[in-house]
Each structure stands twice: as structure tokens, then as C-alpha cells.
């Protein structure tokens, strides 16, 4: 069974920064495509980032600069640092393989910025 568990939001102030991890199982980590979504209120799902099993890592124009997705293979864990923080950051963040099927999401980790 795919799954993924996120943990490490929190709320912060404009500026500040946070580390998101994400553990999956269920999947042979390593092969997989690896990426982390968000959700604000009232807005569609977007992606943020991913990182391939090259490591090779793409970002949205709107956290590039600001956030770096990493993955640790033996511990089947990707990463998101999410640093100089803004108001408009503020959402629900998911991650998931590329080719998990588009109905298995995890709970998600609430990042809150605000002053």
C-alpha cells in the first residue's frame, strides 16, 4: 500500500524558515520521482518541487530561490526547506511520488506565516 506522511509545518513569522520531511513507503523509493504539492485556502493543489532519482530538482517560479527539495534514499524520506518565508507560503503541504496513483495523498502538513 502507497502512502505518505509529511510532518514538520508549523506557523512562523514572514521571514522565517521551516524544514517539511516526508516519509514513504509502500514504494521503491529510490526509482521514484519525488515531489511536494500545496493547497491554500480557496486555490487549487499546485506543485512546488520535485527531484528525480538523479537528483535532479525543479521548482515553481513562485519558491525558487526560497526552497530546496532534497530526498535521502536510505531512510525512503524527501525534504523541503523552506526559507525567507511569506504570507503567501501559507498553505497545506502534501508530498507523493510522480507516479503514485492521483488518489493516494497523505495528510498533509498545515504551514502557517504570519505576523
Known amino acids: 500500500q502507497v502512502q505518505f506522511a509529511e510532518s514538520g509545518g508549523g506557523s512562523v513569522q514572514p521571514g522565517g524558515s521551516l524544514r517539511l520531511s516526508c516519509a514513504a513507503s509502500?514504494?521503491?523509493?529510490?526509482?521514484?520521482?519525488m515531489a511536494w504539492y500545496r493547497q491554500a485556502p480557496g486555490k487549487q493543489r499546485e506543485r512546488v518541487a520535485y527531484?528525480?532519482?538523479?537528483?535532479?530538482?525543479n521548482y515553481a517560479a513562485t519558491v525558487k530561490g526560497r526552497f530546496t527539495i532534497s530526498r535521502n534514499n536510505a531512510k525512503n524520506t524527501v525534504y523541503l526547506q523552506m526559507n525567507s518565508l511569506k504570507p503567501e507560503d501559507t498553505a497545506v503541504y502534501y508530498c507523493?511520488?510522480?507516479?503514485?496513483?492521483?488518489?493516494?495523498w497523505g495528510q498533509g502538513t498545515q504551514v502557517t506565516v504570519s505576523s
Open positions: 507523493r511520488s510522480l507516479s503514485a496513483p492521483d488518489d493516494v
Open positions: 527531484i528525480t532519482d538523479g537528483y535532479i530538482t
Open positions: 509502500g514504494i521503491i523509493f529510490r526509482l521514484n520521482a
